[in-house]
C-alpha cells in the first residue's frame, strides 16, 4: 500500500487520476459525487475546526456543505469552457480520535460545451460534451503528535513522538491506512461506474444509487 510522509501527514493514495471525454451531466455528476461523499461522512473542516486548536467545535453540528475552495473559469472564442474545481474534506475515524482522514480532490475540465442535445428514452436533454479530468489525494494526519509538540512541556514529550508511534500506536495506523486506502479506492470505483467507465472486478457488481448521466460512445444503449 503507497503510504509515505509528506508534510507531516501520512500520504495514502496519490496522485490518483481519472478521466473521461465524451458526452455527459456535468451539473449531475457534480451533485452525486457530493451527496456520495456526504453519505460517507465526510465534510469541510474550515468550518467544524478551532481556528486555535485545530480541534472541532462541536463534532455533534452537521458537516458544512462548503467543500469547494477554489473554482476557476475560463472561455475561448467559440465558448467552450475550461474549469478548475478544487474540493478539500475531511473525516474524523470512528474508534481512532488521535487521527485524522483529509481528501483532495482536483477538477480539470476542457473544451466542455454547454447546451449540447441529446435525447434518451424518448426525451430531449441539454448536456455537456468535453474532457473532465479528476485528481485525488488521500492523507492521515496523526493528530496525537500536536499533543506531544505543544505547550509548555514539549521540550520534554517531543522525543516520545516517534516512540508513541512505533511501539504504541503503530498497529492502529496501519490499520487506518488500509481503510483510507479501500475508501479511496471505493471513491474510484463509484466515478468510474458513474461514468461507465471499463473495469475489472473480481465480483459482481450492485447496480449503483445514484443514475449515470454519461454516454460514452464505446457504450451501446
Not at 473542516?45 to 486548536?53: G, I, K, Q
Request: proline content about 5%; some cysteine; charged content about 30%.
Amino acid at each position: 500500500m503507497p503510504a509515505k510522509k509528506i508534510g507531516g501527514l501520512v500520504h495514502v493514495v496519490p496522485y490518483m487520476k481519472l478521466k473521461y471525454k465524451d458526452i455527459f451531466d456535468m451539473k449531475a455528476f457534480y451533485e452525486a459525487l457530493y451527496e456520495y461523499l456526504k453519505e460517507n461522512e465526510w465534510g469541510d473542516p474550515d468550518d467544524t475546526l478551532d481556528a486555535t486548536s485545530g480541534e472541532p467545535i462541536n463534532p455533534t453540528v452537521p458537516r458544512s456543505e462548503h467543500w469547494e475552495t477554489y473554482y476557476g473559469e475560463r472561455i475561448d472564442a467559440k465558448g467552450l469552457r475550461e474549469l478548475w474545481i478544487q474540493w478539500r474534506l475531511f473525516k474524523d475515524p470512528k474508534e481512532a480520535p488521535f487521527l485524522r482522514y483529509y481528501l483532495d480532490i482536483d477538477f480539470h475540465c476542457l473544451g466542455l460545451a454547454f447546451g449540447v442535445e441529446i435525447v434518451k428514452e424518448g426525451m430531449k436533454l441539454s448536456v455537456n460534451r468535453g474532457e473532465v479530468e479528476l485528481t485525488i489525494n488521500s492523507y492521515i494526519e496523526k493528530v496525537y503528535e500536536k499533543k506531544f509538540t505543544e505547550g509548555g512541556m514539549k521540550w520534554l514529550l517531543k522525543p516520545l513522538t516517534e516512540m508513541f508511534t512505533k511501539r504504541i500506536y503503530r498497529k492502529e495506523l496501519k490499520a487506518r491506512e488500509k481503510e483510507l486506502y479501500q475508501e479511496t479506492y471505493a471513491l474510484q470505483q463509484f466515478i468510474k461506474q458513474w461514468f461507465k467507465m471499463k473495469r475489472y472486478l473480481p465480483y459482481e457488481e450492485v447496480k449503483s444509487f445514484f443514475p449515470s448521466y454519461a454516454w460514452p460512445s464505446h457504450v451501446k444503449e
